[in-house]
């Protein structure tokens, strides 16, 4: 799962990804509410952090441009203030969560995961699909209630196609989701995690779909 941390304090950015990438997701940063608007607008997230307090555009007003835009991804405002109306605000302006400044990276966390659950349709912290269960407060996956042992990688791969069970992605929208920025995309990586994941969730859980990409079906 991809996640955009946009927040211009360096110190706290670096320690948002650290805790983000400890806990499974992919990170893409920003320190400026101008690149942040365009990014946010242009590339697909799974979920977005924002500071309210950026240079160049501030960040309630990119808030409210990405949802004038149609926007949807699920967002966190992060606040240094706190005030009842500034939070109110930013509920209004289309924020599904916020946190005042200084948080726990675990509340943290914890909100973002509740946040990409109920995105993706789902109430409780383990997610099911057919035989497969994924834990995210765990970082696990089990088969038929086995716990299976998987790569960073593998997981990425894995937990996002669980959170979008039933539906095609395609190769390049899973690499985008699976890997950091800096890190090289092998054109064949993706069928490789695949192969992988089959050999050890098994061979018919994930359906390739030729010249679309894979399913993973919601029941067996």
């Known amino acids: 799962m991809k996640i955009f941390v946009v927040e211009d304090e360096e110190e706290i950015a670096n320690d948002i990804a650290a805790c983000l990438n400890d806990a499974g997701f992919v990170v893409s940063k920003c320190d400026n509410g101008e690149d942040a608007w365009f990014l946010g607008s242009t590339e697909q997230f799974d979920a977005i952090i924002l500071d309210l307090g950026l240079p160049k555009i501030d960040g309630l007003s990119v808030l409210k441009r990405w949802r004038q835009e149609d926007v949807t991804v699920p967002i966190i405002v992060l606040t240094a203030r ?23 990276m675990e509340e943290l966390i914890a909100r973002l995961r509740a946040l990409l659950r109920r995105s993706s349709g789902h109430i409780n912290p383990q997610i099911q699909a057919g035989t497969l269960t994924l834990d995210m407060n765990q970082k696990s996956i089990t088969v038929n209630g086995n716990a299976t042992p998987l790569t960073p990688l593998e997981f990425r791969a894995i937990c996002y196609l ?59």
Not at 82 to 104: C, H, M
Not at 169 to 187: C, P
Request: glycine fraction near 8%.
């Open 82 to 104: 706190g005030n009842w109306t500034e939070r109110v605000e930013v509920i209004n302006s289309g924020a599904d969560d916020y946190l005042s400044k200084p948080f726990q």
């Open 162 to 220: 669980i959170h979008h069970q039933d539906r095609v992605v395609s190769r390049e929208e899973l690499k985008e989701h699976i890997y950091e920025q800096e890190e090289g995309r092998i054109d064949n990586a993706v069928e490789a995690i695949i192969t992988r994941l089959r050999r050890k969730l098994g061979h018919d859980q994930i359906e390739t779909r030729r010249g679309m990409g894979y399913c993973l079906k919601a029941a067996p």
